[in-house]
Nanobody, 128 residues
Framework: QVQLVESGGGLVQPGGSLRLSCTSS????????IAWFRQVPGKAREPVAC????????YYSDPVKGRFTILRDNRNNTVSLQMNTLASEDTAVYYC?????????????????????WGQGTQVTVSS
C-alpha cells in the first residue's frame, strides 16, 4: 500500500511556529480528503485538521482552531499544516492520512477510521 510521508517536525519553543508537510510519490493528494492527526505515547490518535480536495470544506479540531492552518499545494502534491502559537500540549507525533473513498471531509472525519496510508509520522516537541 502506498504511504504518505510526513516531514517538518522538530523542537520549537512555546509560542513558536512550524510547518509540517505531507506528500506522496504514489498518490495524487488532490484526489482525496487529507487529514492530520497526532498522537502522544499511551494515548489515542487525536484529530487535528481535515482538508477536502478542490473546493470542499476544511475542518479543525477545537484545540487547534485559530492556530493551525491546513494548506494544499497541488502543483507539488503536498498538504501542509502551518502551526502557530505552539504550546506544550501540541507535543506529539503528527501523521497525515488520506480518505480512501472520498474527496471531501465527512462530518465525522475526526473518528479517523476512513483514513489510511498513514506515514511514519513526524515528531513535534514544544519546549523551552
Amino acid at each position: 500500500q502506498v504511504q504518505l510521508v510526513e516531514s517538518g517536525g522538530g523542537l520549537v519553543q512555546p509560542g513558536g511556529s512550524l510547518r509540517l508537510s505531507c506528500t506522496s510519490s504514489g498518490l495524487q493528494l488532490e484526489q482525496y480528503a487529507i487529514a492530520w492527526f497526532r498522537q502522544v505515547p499511551g494515548k489515542a490518535r487525536e484529530p487535528v485538521a481535515c482538508s477536502s480536495s478542490y473546493e470542499g470544506g476544511i475542518y479543525y479540531s477545537d484545540p487547534v482552531k485559530g492556530r493551525f492552518t491546513i494548506l494544499r499545494d497541488n502543483r507539488n502534491n503536498t498538504v501542509s499544516l502551518q502551526m502557530n502559537t505552539l504550546a506544550s500540549e501540541d507535543t506529539a507525533v503528527y501523521y497525515c492520512g488520506r480518505d480512501f473513498s472520498r474527496r471531501f471531509c465527512v462530518y465525522n472525519w475526526h473518528i479517523g477510521n476512513m483514513f489510511d496510508s498513514w506515514g511514519q509520522g513526524t515528531q513535534v516537541t514544544v519546549s523551552s
